[in-house]
């Protein structure tokens, strides 16, 4: 090329007003650019962050479309082995130890059929990888040996690995044949959905196909072995089931009467507490009442209750309270009714000795300086005045402490119980 006969000048000048027109589309057309870029922004974080989840996670379901292996895992052929040894003997505490979660209904299930194998025989376990490296589907062809029956039945077995805390491999039993069926248990749906793919591909069909030919064949030659799958074993299966559900509804509802039971115990007792407590309460605000007139004794506050008996004019009660019209008072030991206009409350000769102090007690009658905090050795009134026939302040109990503010000559302390102030005897204080 001869730059001799070029015109840069004339170059410079087309480039500036190219430069030129694009800088005015771009301005024009701005937000178009602007959307452009943002979805451009979003498309690199979108597929950052999906990368980046794919890097941090080892899960893949690439592994079912690789083909069968047979393992030569020992970890893992020596917990097959053990596992098959175990139901055939209906060792479910063994189970439970290789297959976890393993349900109640599942041991019982294992129980019952267990009784009718012999053993497995001619193991042959089969993989393929799991969502995890160190995961396994797997499937196991035994020919199965049932008791009084010749010929064996080829059969298979469907297992999900995978390792625990510890590093061991164990059986997920969330994925067995069993749960699968009853879902007793929740699945994870990216395992179920692994499994769904695994069952689709086309040598796990293949082998299917095989053993469950292998065991038409062993049907058609032994009519033992057909009864008995056909017949024997169907209508255990179906006993064991009504079984298990009439076993478990009458646990329930020997749970659900256990429960009431307990309720009702409980409710007792808390009804036995606040009678007692009500009866401690009562005795300690007991006071003492003589009838005037002969009246009936009513088995509750009401004169149309029944009549228990009678009590005679004179005749000195303890009144234990007030229900309407009515003292509620001990009757031969039972709390019982008497209508207020029969009795007239107070006693005189047991004010004397219960409650008054005489001149001669007072002059033996310890007194207590204030502040001085007393114990009671029982329960006691603490009434308004020092008399024993005024309204009580309150009633103190037995172990409960008050505080003197002062002792009187008459026999009575003044003291402090909690926020209220009111007279005890003295002598009671002792």
């Known amino acids: 090329m001869n730059f001799k006969n070029i015109n840069f000048k004339d170059i410079k000048e087309t480039l500036k007003k190219a430069c030129s027109k694009a800088l005015s589309f771009v301005i024009e057309y ?56 175990a139901y055939a003997a209906g060792d479910t505490d063994t189970l439970a130890t290789l297959a976890s979660p393993i349900s109640d209904e599942e041991i019982s299930y294992i129980q019952m059929y267990s009784q009718y194998i012999d053993s497995f025989n001619d193991l042959q376990i089969l993989y393929k990888r799991g969502l995890t490296d160190d995961s396994y589907i797997v499937h196991t062809v035994t020919n199965v040996k049932y008791k009084d ?43 179920t959905d692994l499994i769904a793919l695994f069952l689709q591909q086309g040598d796990v069909l293949a082998k299917e196909a095989e053993i469950n030919k292998a065991c038409e064949d062993a049907v058609a030659e032994d009519e033992n072995l057909n009864t008995f799958l056909t017949v024997t074993l169907k209508d255990a299966i179906v006993q064991w089931n009504t079984d298990y559900k009439a076993q478990q509804a009458a646990a329930a509802e020997e749970a659900k009467k256990a ?64 229900e309407g019209d009515f003292y509620k008072f001990d009757y031969n030991g039972t709390k019982a009714y008497i209508t207020k206009d029969a009795v007239t409350v107070g006693d005189s000769t047991e004010e004397s000795t219960d409650e008054e102090t005489t001149e001669e007690d007072t002059t033996t009658t310890a007194t207590f300086a204030a502040g001085d905090k007393v114990t009671l050795d029982s329960t006691v009134n603490i009434r308004s005045s020092m008399d024993s026939s005024s309204s009580k302040v309150a009633v103190a109990y037995s172990g409960e402490t008050v505080e003197v503010v002062m002792s009187y000559a008459e026999g009575w302390t003044k003291v402090k119980y909690g926020k209220k102030e009111g007279y005890i005897r003295t002598d009671l204080l002792q």
């Open 149 to 191: 029956i010749d010929t064996a039945a080829p059969g298979m077995d469907f297992f999900y690995i995978e390792k625990n805390e510890d590093g061991a491999l164990y059986i997920n039993n969330l994925y067995c044949d069993f749960n699968q069926k009853n879902n007793i248990y929740e699945m994870d749906s990216e395992v």
């Open 30 to 85: 701005k937000r178009y650019f602007l959307a452009a870029l943002v979805f451009i922004i979003m498309m690199v974080v979108l597929f950052g962050f999906a990368g980046s989840d794919k890097k941090s996670s080892d899960k893949s379901t690439s592994g079912v479309y690789a083909s069968y292996k047979e393992s030569k895992n020992e970890e893992l052929n020596t917990l097959i082995e053990n596992y098959y040894t």
């Open 259 to 322: 429960e009431e039971e307990a309720a009702a115990a409980a409710e007792q007792e808390a009804a036995e507490k606040e009678a007692a407590e009500q009866a401690a309460e009562e005795e300690a605000n007991a006071y003492s009442g003589t009838v005037n007139s002969k009246a009936n004794v009513r088995s509750e506050a009401s004169s149309d209750s029944d009549k228990l008996g009678q009590v005679e004019d004179g005749t000195s009660i303890t009144i234990y309270g007030e």
